[in-house]
């Protein structure tokens, strides 16, 4: 019976993976064992002739009588979508700072008014600037105002009915955002930008309203400026 | 890639002139019969355009390709009856040394005897001598651990040589 150690070698040679050490303890028993060549030599010839195997054309229409048979699905790349989030995030935050830097060029000091405002992913070097933690009821959990390059950022880790929308407001500025506890999984966080809201030192209410009705309300603290 | 991710089905039939030929040969080579490996090699593209969205790029397409149409074509086999298949313990009537075929005719008894190995054994026989993959790839392939890659083939290989001497191949 030939020993499982020198099999494996014989087999590790004839796939290429042999180092030098184990091709020199192949090589001395090999020439110490007749029977053990016999079996190298049959495998090298069997692994020759299986290489030799020629391939097969595939048949003639193989390729087109797929191309027919393919399902009318548009295809969507999961791979890349939190790369695509991350783009369409930067495109909406680049579209509210924008506007809303024309907004307040164009518009100048206003009553108060109130806009939607899209979500945003916040930026890894965003800073922390003030954060309150909202008791357990209608709307729980924490909302924490960030700085995220040149505006502020509202992030909302709350628990609330699907039914509650927030309303945001500082120096006579109103921000909605409809929905909050909309298609998200629980536990996971909602951000928005504050485009042109309170930079120096103003507070911003936050108001939670199911319908007419207040459920919830936080303050948080601008940084202050010069 | 992306192309064919975003459902653009001309990219699609370039990757089908690239691949179809080695996913129709491994199918068989698995399978034996052209017919079956035809609608392997069919089911195996149709299931990949269908799942692009899962396809990952820092992986190999290849490998994936390859596991969806060794997995097709193994489910294949077992929807199929079996066929006798040979554990290396069996001892067949040896024939004499005139029985001994040409390099011509060795092919055929290869395929023959391939037949004859259980279906994982014959996958890693496919893998590395038709597809001539490393064992890495086929692990990457088959699911399984590199080690267990090697113990496979070795056995694949023992029991396709001691096949071939019972044929008088050898």
Redesign the interface.
């Known amino acids: 019976m030939t020993d499982p150690g020198y099999l494996e070698l014989i087999h590790a040679e004839i796939d290429g993976e042999l180092d030098a050490r184990q091709r020199a303890e192949l090589s001395r028993r090999l020439l110490a064992d007749p029977a053990a060549r016999s079996l190298r030599d049959d495998f090298q010839r069997l692994c020759k002739a299986l290489d030799a195997v020629a391939e097969v054309e595939p048949p003639p229409q193989l390729r087109e009588s797929i191309l027919a048979a393919l399902p009318p699905l548009p295809v969507r790349r999961a791979w890349y979508a939190p790369l695509q989030r991350w783009r369409y995030a930067a495109m909406v935050a680049g579209v509210v700072a924008a506007g809303a830097l024309i907004y307040e060029t164009v518009r100048g000091p206003m009553p108060a008014t109130s806009e939607v405002v899209g979500t945003i992913a916040l930026a890894p070097a965003a800073i922390l600037v003030d954060a309150v933690q909202l008791a357990n009821g209608p709307v729980s959990g924490r909302v924490s105002l960030y700085r995220d390059r040149a505006m502020l950022a509202l992030r909302f880790e709350v628990k609330a009915s699907p039914a509650t929308g927030v309303q945001i407001t500082s120096a006579g500025r109103t921000l909605r955002v409809d929905h909050i506890g909309q298609d998200r999984p629980p536990g996971t966080a909602l951000t928005v930008a504050l485009p042109g809201i309170a930079m120096r030192g103003q507070s911003v209410q936050v108001t939670f309203r199911a319908g007419d009705r207040t459920v919830g309300t936080a303050t948080l603290r601008a940084p202050g400026g010069p | 890639m ?1 192309r ?4 653009d ?1 001309e990219a ?2 370039q990757l ?2 690239r691949y ?2 080695p996913v ?2 491994a199918a ?2 698995l399978l034996r019969n ?1 017919e079956d490996a ?1 609608d392997v ?2 089911t195996t ?2 299931k990949a ?2 799942h ?6 820092r992986f190999k397409f290849y490998s994936w390709i390859y596991r969806i149409a060794v997995n097709e074509a193994l489910d294949a086999l077992g929807a199929k009856k079996p066929v006798e298949e040979i554990s290396g313990e069996e001892q067949d009537e040896a024939p004499g040394p005139e029985r001994r075929v040409e ?1 011509e005719q ?2 055929r008894a ?2 023959d005897a391939l037949m004859r190995i259980k279906p994982e054994f014959r996958a890693v ?1 496919v893998l ?3 597809m ?1 993959l490393s ?1 890495q790839d086929m692990s990457d392939i088959l699911l399984i651990p590199e080690k267990t890659v ?1 113990s496979r ?2 056995t694949a ?2 029991l ?2 001691d096949d ?2 019972r044929q008088g191949a ?1």
């Open positions: 992306r064919c991710q975003d459902g089905r699609f039939g089908i002139a179809q030929k129709f040969n068989l080579r052209p035809r090699a069919q593209f149709l355009f269908e692009l969205a899962s396809y990952e790029p390099s060795m092919s290869i395929e026989m590395r001598h038709f001539h064992y090697k083939l070795y290989r023992q396709l040589r071939l001497a050898f």
